[in-house]
């Protein structure tokens, strides 16, 4: 069996990855990785790439510390290795179309890259719990959104998604009693969205201008939409301890801020 060995001064997951992505263009081949991570000075180097001579493969590193990344080219060359640098190319073109240097910082690249994988198991929760799906699964939520249809549930929980929240949206209906569940989850983590009767006529009309139904659906009759508020409103004051957010006139952006400021909720990424 075949080892390709990724040298890094963090973890070398990332650098990991785009291996087995260009492995993947090979079929079933038969090679194995070896992660050389934390490699911080010269004397580090050398025992790294001692242990690739002794064992034989091929070397692919990611070193920002240029010194470094010169160093390893070298002491490769020397023992007469195989060895690729994954990233000091692409950082010197980034330098030069930038302007600027580089921060030499260890870590980065792996922060930003498993930030983005954390904001997409966010995104992932919140489809599978939106509009009232997998309820059994409301305490893993970051936030519960819940309120009448139309009322932003679905935009607002995917641009909270996005910031790293895992969000759940659960619907309330008239004459459907609401899940029970949403008695059993910390009530702190809840959000009650509101909105005007008038505005939420508005928004169910264009939705059935849109989807060619009939004018005369019930679904944006301004006095059902009424009744279905009054109800929402008073769910609510079954729970006092939720937090209840005006939508009327909010964008998402504005409805998201608020629920973060007044719940002292900070960015998770």
Same mark, same amino acid.
């Given at each position: 069996? =075949?080892?390709?060995?990724?040298?890094?001064?963090?973890?070398?997951?990332?650098?990991?990855?785009?291996?087995?992505?260009?492995?993947?263009?090979?079929?079933? $081949?038969?090679? &194995?990785?070896?992660?050389?991570?934390?490699?911080?000075?010269?004397?580090?180097?050398?025992?790294?790439?001692?242990?690739?001579?002794?064992?034989?493969?091929?070397?692919?590193?990611?070193?920002?510390?240029?010194?470094?990344?010169?160093?390893?080219?070298?002491?490769?060359?020397?023992?007469?290795?195989?060895?690729?640098?994954?990233? $000091?190319?692409?950082?010197?073109?980034?330098? !030069?179309?930038?302007?600027?240097?580089?921060? $030499?910082?260890?870590?980065?690249?792996?922060?930003?890259?498993?930030?983005?994988?954390?904001?997409?198991?966010?995104?992932?929760?919140?489809?599978?719990?939106?509009?009232?799906?997998?309820?059994?699964?409301?305490? =893993?939520?970051?936030?519960?959104?819940?309120?009448?249809?139309?009322?932003?549930?679905?935009?607002?929980?995917?641009? @909270?998604?996005?910031?790293?929240?895992?969000?759940?949206?659960?619907?309330? !209906?008239?004459?459907?009693?609401?899940?029970?569940?949403?008695?059993?989850?910390?009530?702190? =983590?809840? !959000?009650?969205?509101?909105?005007?009767? &008038? &505005?939420?006529?508005?928004?169910?009309?264009?939705? @059935?201008?849109?989807?060619?139904?009939?004018?005369?659906?019930?679904?944006?009759?301004?006095?059902?939409?009424?009744?279905?508020?009054?109800?929402?409103?008073?769910?609510?004051?079954?729970?006092?301890?939720?937090?209840?957010?005006?939508?009327?006139? =909010?964008?998402?952006?504005?409805?998201?801020?608020?629920? @973060?400021?007044?719940?002292?909720?900070?960015?998770?990424?």
């Amino acid at each position: 069996m =075949k080892t390709i060995y990724v040298l890094s001064d963090s973890t070398g997951e990332t650098a990991e990855r785009v291996v087995k992505a260009a492995l993947s263009q090979f079929g079933g $081949s038969d090679v &194995r990785i070896a992660r050389l991570g934390k490699v911080a000075n010269q004397q580090e180097v050398q025992q790294a790439i001692a242990t690739v001579t002794a064992e034989g493969g091929l070397l692919v590193y990611t070193l920002v510390d240029i010194e470094l990344a010169i160093a390893v080219h070298t002491i490769a060359e020397e023992h007469g290795l195989m060895a690729f640098d994954l990233l $000091s190319p692409l950082l010197q073109s980034l330098s !030069v179309f930038l302007g600027a240097a580089a921060q $030499s910082t260890p870590g980065l690249l792996h922060q930003i890259d498993t930030n983005y994988f954390r904001r997409m198991e966010a995104v992932n929760f919140t489809v599978k719990h939106d509009d009232g799906q997998e309820t059994r699964g409301l305490h =893993k939520a970051d936030l519960v959104l819940v309120g009448v249809s139309r009322s932003s549930k679905t935009p607002l929980s995917m641009y @909270l998604a996005h910031k790293g929240y895992k969000v759940a949206n659960v619907p309330l !209906v008239k004459g459907i009693e609401p899940p029970p569940e949403l008695d059993r989850i910390d009530p702190k =983590k809840v !959000v009650g969205l509101v909105i005007s009767p &008038r &505005r939420l006529v508005e928004i169910r009309t264009s939705r @059935l201008v849109n989807m060619g139904q009939s004018m005369r659906n019930t679904y944006a009759d301004y006095e059902r939409v009424e009744e279905e508020i009054s109800f929402c409103r008073q769910y609510y004051r079954r729970h006092p301890e939720w937090l209840m957010i005006d939508v009327t006139s =909010k964008s998402i952006e504005e409805s998201a801020s608020e629920i @973060l400021r007044r719940l002292g909720g900070q960015q998770v990424y």
